[in-house]
């Protein structure tokens, strides 16, 4: 099995409280869409739809304190705002602090929450060339995070509810005792010119010479093999022993997890966030705009309170 080279971060449980609350808050206010697209467009219950979101949460606050202690680097995500910032297409670091100044990203990173089982980065090619019904989304970098989350945590706070809390016996609590904290593990990022270069090799019109020089580029990264384009509907391989496994609904995009750019490589993406210039040209200036005038105002916000009020306690509005 391939060894993934990886910071570990651990989350305390008034993190997992809060990411929580922000993923129950987004449901019951509709902030986020609950359709899911890989099911038809059904409707998610909210139990999937919390273990979606609140592993995002989790994966943003890992990457943001991984940034602190090993670069004192300051981020701030949208779970740390006093107010929602919505939209269909959003960077997941929304602030930075540059000589002192919070500054709002033009540079746009995707922190990609992953399981325990998974081995390849996935991006949708979709996200670069846009689709039938879907304008591009293409970020400056994926950032992967392993997010190493009980499969029973929700478990954990069932015994809390009244009906439940006379019947339960101190077997069943023992069993589900609250978690203490939970551990992510940040394996690495590819660039947008990363994962543009691949869509390159297999879909544009490039004569072999052209084509020749970026899979040598992309060999000299990640590694021969380590790199590749599955189209919808192929079974995606275990890098490992290439046994096929999940069948993909889309085009996408890969990078062997394990082969991700690390060590020396995490300089160079604090170099683009201070640089803070977008790697792509497909995003709207609208979006730029919208973002900057939303965060600044809720950094406004923020520097008068100090503090974020909790999501647990955030006005539901009349949804």
Known sequence: MSQVKCYRINLESEEYAEALGFAV???????????????????RYLGEYLEHVLRGKLAEIAFKKFLLLNFDFRVITDIDLPGYIPGKYLPDILAFKNKAKWQVPQFWVDVKALTEEQKWMLVRASSIRGGERAKPRP?????????????????????????????????WKRRMQDLKSVEAEILGFATYHDVANILQVYEAQLQPPQKKKLGNKLNRLFGQGNWNFFKKGHPLPDPDTGEKTVELGSDNCAIVLSKLRTDKHWGKLLKMFRKNQPLVTQRPPDLQRKLERRVKQLLGKLSISKKSQSWWQRNLGSQ
């Not at 809390?165 to 077997?171: L, P, Y």
């Open 25 to 43: 808050y987004t449901y019951l206010t509709g902030a986020i869409a609950k359709r899911d697209l890989y099911k038809g467009g059904a409707t």
């Open 139 to 171: 970020y400056d970098a994926y950032v992967n995070v392993r997010v190493l989350l009980p499969r029973d945590h929700i478990g954990r706070l069932i015994k809390y509810a009244p009906l439940i809390k006379n019947k339960i016996s101190k077997e």
